[in-house]
């Protein structure tokens, strides 16, 4: 085994997090090395070519932007452009194809038309927008502290009173956040609407009391403050070629095809590339590989129930989240138009422009929990569908454009990874994609499958992800896109926070291991959150400097 020159740090996974990480060591004069499984850095949230000969670069596994601050925009100076949606959401009635809700936060007068005309309760659009305002409150009080030394429990309670949110964090964070759902608002499918936001990505039922839903749901609506959801200009490719920029221009060396295969103490890493095994070592080693992974290269992983029993500690520092399961098929479509809707008072245009919910409604989200839990693919199967190319078409080539072509990613919810195993992910993968589409015909006056482009070879232009296939193909446990179980983003008020590590969010078990990726505290989407914290840990461990 070659032995290379040893390095400031070593940043294990070359994801947009392991960038982030890689750029603020490198400008404060760091020497750090990168190492990414892949052919090419990015990790999840790059833009692909999807499909044989069709010139469309799809953000195949990551989508959207919400989590990223300016504050990291501007100090690694990206040049990149987040592009605002007009709508929030459109949400067909499923006992009524014919109506749907429309939030358009364009025209506060027409959205609350469209809660009239699906047969809300009166002030009903009131109560949801009362609810959300006061979200806001508790959101924009803690959206600062994302990118600082972590607080306190009891500190970030004291943050949300001072605020005037004290009602708001006793709903999101004290209490099941379907209690205040059901409470607050009385229509099934507009309870349905909000909840969504709770179980993205993560198995659950409104009311379970480990607040796993509330922590999504917190999560969904924290970033910016404002809980906007923006489309990246370019594709989510382009968020990660500017952190890959920033790093290369600060002096990181970053190898692509560089298979990690042991972490050892010492901050030793062990890969291979080019065909020979290396290893070099580090002051500080940077995880940005699942803290479930980052175990396993350390080889102190046990095997544990479905649902996650505790590994023993080490990178997840003895966290059972990061056993959690991931819960979504992920659909990709390229289209030859927009398809037209069964309700037609709306245009396609309107519908497609922001989220677009299929089969939510509260109860029939309770109801695909209980069908998954019991060990079957829901039907109809809950999805929601976001269409990158009508907020960004360059995307897609002048000719596409031209021809109308758009592209569709659908999120189907309450697929847990317990449904899928090694033997059955081919059959589950098709009859995930039936149900996906079922859905979508559900809600349309059309067909989907008509309107599917093909490629070159003449297969229709639709690929399908099982969380198996995302865990192959990303390196994501159990297909968690959030690397495991999301956490608070405030520790209790008895956790030691005596080391910069601990302050920051980012300890494991070894001083000299940190997690920079989803995993961390405050990870999770596209945020290059976990990459800054994990540097600022590593730098006020050891004051920045300038080489030379």
């Given at each position: 085994?070659?032995?290379?020159?040893?390095?400031?740090?070593?940043?294990?996974?070359?994801?947009?997090?392991?960038?982030?990480?890689?750029?603020?060591?490198?400008?404060?004069?760091?020497?750090?090395?990168?190492l990414e499984k892949l052919e090419h850095p990015g990790g999840a949230a790059v833009s692909a070519h999807a499909f044989d000969g069709v010139d469309a670069r799809l953000s195949r596994y990551s989508y959207l932007v919400s989590l990223l601050p300016q504050q990291i925009i501007d100090d690694l100076g990206l040049r990149i452009t987040l592009a605002r949606r007009r709508y929030s959401s459109y949400t067909p009635d499923p006992s009524d194809g014919g109506r749907a809700l429309l939030v358009d936060n364009g025209d506060e007068a027409?959205?609350?038309?469209?809660?009239?005309?699906?047969?809300?309760?009166?002030?009903?659009?009131?109560?949801?927008?009362?609810?959300?305002?006061?979200?806001?409150?508790?959101?924009?009080?803690?959206?600062?502290?994302?990118?600082?030394?972590?607080?306190?429990?009891?500190?970030?309670?004291?943050?949300?009173?001072?605020?005037?949110?004290?009602?708001?964090?006793?709903?999101?964070?004290?209490?099941?956040?379907?209690?205040?759902?059901?409470?607050?608002?009385?229509?099934?499918?507009?309870?349905?609407?909000?909840?969504?936001?709770?179980?993205?990505?993560?198995?659950?039922?409104?009311?379970?009391?480990?607040?796993?839903?509330?922590?999504?749901?917190?999560?969904?609506?924290?970033?910016?403050?404002?809980?906007?959801?923006?489309?990246?200009?370019?594709?989510?490719?382009?968020?990660?070629?500017?952190?890959?920029?920033?790093?290369?221009?600060?002096?990181?060396?970053?190898?692509?095809?560089?298979?990690?295969?042991?972490?050892?103490?010492?901050?030793?890493?062990?890969?291979?590339?080019?065909?020979?095994?290396?290893?070099?070592?580090?002051?500080?080693?940077?995880?940005?590989?699942?803290?479930?992974?980052?175990?396993?290269?350390?080889?102190?992983?046990?095997?544990?129930?479905?649902?996650?029993?505790?590994?023993?500690?080490?990178?997840?520092?003895?966290?059972?989240?990061?056993?959690?399961?991931?819960?979504?098929?992920?659909?990709?479509?390229?289209?030859?138009?927009?398809?037209?809707?069964?309700?037609?008072?709306?245009?396609?245009?309107?519908?497609?422009?922001?989220?677009?919910?299929?089969?939510?409604?509260?109860?029939?989200?309770?109801?695909?929990?209980?069908?998954?839990?019991?060990?079957?693919?829901?039907?109809?199967?809950?999805?929601?569908?976001?269409?990158?190319?009508?907020?960004?078409?360059?995307?897609?080539?002048?000719?596409?454009?031209?021809?109308?072509?758009?592209?569709?990613?659908?999120?189907?919810?309450?697929?847990?990874?317990?449904?899928?195993?090694?033997?059955?992910?081919?059959?589950?993968?098709?009859?995930?994609?039936?149900?996906?589409?079922?859905?979508?015909?559900?809600?349309?006056?059309?067909?989907?499958?008509?309107?599917?482009?093909?490629?070159?070879?003449?297969?229709?232009?639709?690929?399908?992800?099982?969380?198996?296939?995302?865990?192959?193909?990303?390196?994501?446990?159990?297909?968690?896109?959030?690397?495991?179980?999301?956490?608070?983003?405030?520790?209790?008020?008895?956790?030691?926070?005596?080391?910069?590590?601990?302050?920051?969010?980012?300890?494991?078990?070894?001083?000299?291991?940190?997690?920079?990726?989803?995993?961390?505290?405050?990870?999770?989407?596209?945020?290059?959150?976990?990459?800054?914290?994990?540097?600022?840990?590593?730098?006020?461990?050891?004051?920045?400097?300038?080489?030379?």
């Amino acid at each position: 085994m070659s032995s290379n020159k040893e390095f400031d740090a070593i940043i294990v996974g070359g994801g947009h997090n392991g960038l982030a990480a890689a750029a603020y060591l490198a400008q404060a004069g760091r020497e750090v090395l990168v190492l990414e499984k892949l052919e090419h850095p990015g990790g999840a949230a790059v833009s692909a070519h999807a499909f044989d000969g069709v010139d469309a670069r799809l953000s195949r596994y990551s989508y959207l932007v919400s989590l990223l601050p300016q504050q990291i925009i501007d100090d690694l100076g990206l040049r990149i452009t987040l592009a605002r949606r007009r709508y929030s959401s459109y949400t067909p009635d499923p006992s009524d194809g014919g109506r749907a809700l429309l939030v358009d936060n364009g025209d506060e007068a027409a959205t609350a038309a469209s809660f009239a005309a699906v047969g809300a309760p009166d002030g009903e659009f009131h109560a949801f927008t009362a609810f959300y305002a006061a979200c806001r409150q508790l959101t924009e009080a803690l959206w600062p502290t994302m990118t600082t030394p972590l607080l306190r429990r009891s500190e970030a309670r004291s943050l949300a009173a001072r605020a005037g949110a004290a009602e708001a964090w006793e709903a999101m964070i004290d209490h099941p956040i379907g209690h205040t759902i059901s409470r607050e608002l009385g229509s099934d499918l507009v309870r349905g609407v909000v909840l969504t936001d709770a179980l993205i990505g993560t198995f659950a039922r409104a009311d379970d009391e480990d607040l796993q839903q509330n922590i999504c749901f917190l999560y969904h609506l924290i970033g910016g403050g404002t809980g906007d959801w923006d489309v990246p200009v370019g594709g989510m490719g382009a968020v990660s070629g500017e952190l890959e920029r920033a790093a290369r221009d600060a002096g990181a060396t970053i190898l692509t095809s560089a298979d990690v295969t042991a972490v050892r103490p010492g901050g030793v890493v062990d890969y291979r590339h080019g065909g020979q095994d290396h290893s070099s070592s580090a002051r500080w080693v940077l995880s940005n590989v699942a803290p479930a992974v980052l175990d396993r290269l350390r080889s102190r992983l046990r095997d544990g129930p479905a649902t996650g029993a505790a590994a023993t500690p080490a990178g997840a520092a003895g966290n059972p989240n990061h056993r959690r399961e991931g819960a979504q098929v992920k659909v990709n479509l390229l289209l030859k138009r927009l398809p037209r809707l069964l309700d037609g008072s709306v245009s396609p245009e309107a519908a497609f422009g922001g989220t677009f919910h299929i089969n939510e409604t509260w109860s029939q989200l309770d109801d695909a929990y209980n069908t998954a839990a019991a060990g079957s693919v829901p039907s109809p199967l809950p999805c929601e569908i976001y269409c990158h190319s009508l907020t960004d078409p360059s995307i897609l080539s002048p000719e596409l454009q031209a021809a109308g072509a758009q592209t569709l990613t659908v999120f189907g919810l309450h697929v847990p990874d317990r449904l899928v195993t090694a033997e059955n992910n081919e059959d589950r993968r098709a009859e995930l994609q039936a149900a996906v589409l079922a859905s979508l015909n559900s809600v349309l006056a059309e067909p989907i499958e008509d309107l599917l482009l093909t490629d070159q070879d003449g297969r229709a232009c639709i690929e399908t992800k099982t969380t198996l296939d995302i865990e192959r193909a990303v390196g994501m446990p159990r297909g968690n896109i959030f690397h495991g179980g999301l956490d608070w983003p405030f520790v209790e008020d008895g956790e030691p926070l005596d080391t910069p590590a601990r302050r920051w969010g980012v300890a494991t078990d070894d001083p000299q291991i940190l997690l920079c990726g989803s995993g961390a505290r405050r990870g999770g989407a596209v945020s290059a959150i976990g990459g800054h914290n994990a540097a600022m840990a590593v730098l006020e461990s050891e004051p920045p400097f300038r080489n030379g």
